[in-house]
């Protein structure tokens, strides 16, 4: 069975990879790292937290799962699938050769469609030529905030189907994005008991930015204490668009 995906623009989650570390503030208050604490709790040897001095704050050791990769293999149903919500498939301690074995799981079941998320969008645009991408591929990064727009730079160089840009948690304005070669668009605020607020004014933006480049925009929710607190819709409107190709 799929597991199923509670995560508005996705249909189910498939994790080859788990843990991960800090990389940027947008990182700070991990989800995947609280419910790793709580899965480990529930007695999940899947999920290992560590006090890797190498990290700049409590992570997760990055670990990998050989024996979840046939499992997309097993769904007769097409669906729409997010790789490693627990982790980042392009964090430095993930082989090229595990990346590769991944990118043949998503290749041999075309029925799916699978969205890979980065924040390590260098190492992303600089091993990308390695690979051979299958055109069910999405390809994404992180941007909570301006300084971090560069990674849209990188996620340009890579050859992916679909290109997309998670603006999640939104920590501040992104400004006049440079959205050219962009199919897709994500912006939420932040959830959880230290969620840091979004102004109505970034995601308004993000959204006129989308309209204007004909990019495909999806609010995912304004956050709060929890994912559903403060709602989805955007001046009165609910923003569930997805890229073209996902009606292909």
């Known amino acids: 069975?799929?597991?199923?995906?509670?995560?508005?623009?996705?249909?189910?989650?498939?994790?080859?990879?788990?843990?991960?570390?800090?990389?940027?503030?947008?990182?700070?208050n991990c989800y995947a790292l609280t419910l790793s604490k709580r899965l480990k709790a529930m007695g999940s040897s899947k999920y290992q937290l560590d006090g890797d001095p190498r990290t700049s704050g409590p992570g997760f050791r990055l670990t990998l799962h050989p024996s979840s990769l046939d499992i997309p293999r097993r769904w007769s149903a097409p669906r729409l699938v997010f790789v490693n919500s627990m982790s980042d498939l392009f964090h430095e301690d993930v082989p090229l050769e595990f990346i590769k074995q991944v990118f043949d799981v998503i290749r041999e079941t075309p029925q799916h469609k699978y969205q890979v998320l980065t924040k390590r969008a260098q190492r992303l645009s600089r091993i990308a030529g390695e690979f051979d991408w299958p055109p069910n591929l999405w390809m994404g990064v992180s941007v909570e905030s301006r300084r971090y727009a560069f990674r849209i730079d990188h996620l340009r160089k890579v050859p992916a189907a679909v290109r997309f840009v998670s603006a999640e948690p939104l920590l501040g304005p992104l400004g006049a994005l440079d959205l050219e070669g962009i199919q897709w668009l994500i912006a939420g605020?932040?959830?959880?008991?230290?969620?840091?607020?979004?102004?109505?004014?970034?995601?308004?933006?993000?959204?006129?930015?989308?309209?204007?480049?004909?990019?495909?925009?999806?609010?995912?929710?304004?956050?709060?204490?929890?994912?559903?607190?403060?709602?989805?819709?955007?001046?009165g409107e609910v923003w569930d668009q997805l890229p073209e190709e996902a009606a292909a």
Do not use: H
């Not at 995560?7 to 503030?25: F, H, K, L, M, V």
């Not at 840091?196 to 709060?224: H, I």
């Open 1 to 28: 069975m799929a597991d199923k995906s509670a995560i508005e623009w996705t249909e189910a989650t498939w994790n080859p990879t788990t843990g991960c570390d800090r990389t940027s503030p947008g990182c700070d």
């Open 189 to 235: 605020g932040e959830s959880g008991a230290n969620a840091r607020p979004m102004e109505p004014a970034w995601a308004t933006e993000l959204r006129d930015t989308c309209t204007s480049a004909g990019v495909a925009f999806f609010f995912k929710q304004w956050g709060g204490r929890t994912p559903k607190a403060g709602g989805r819709e955007l001046e």
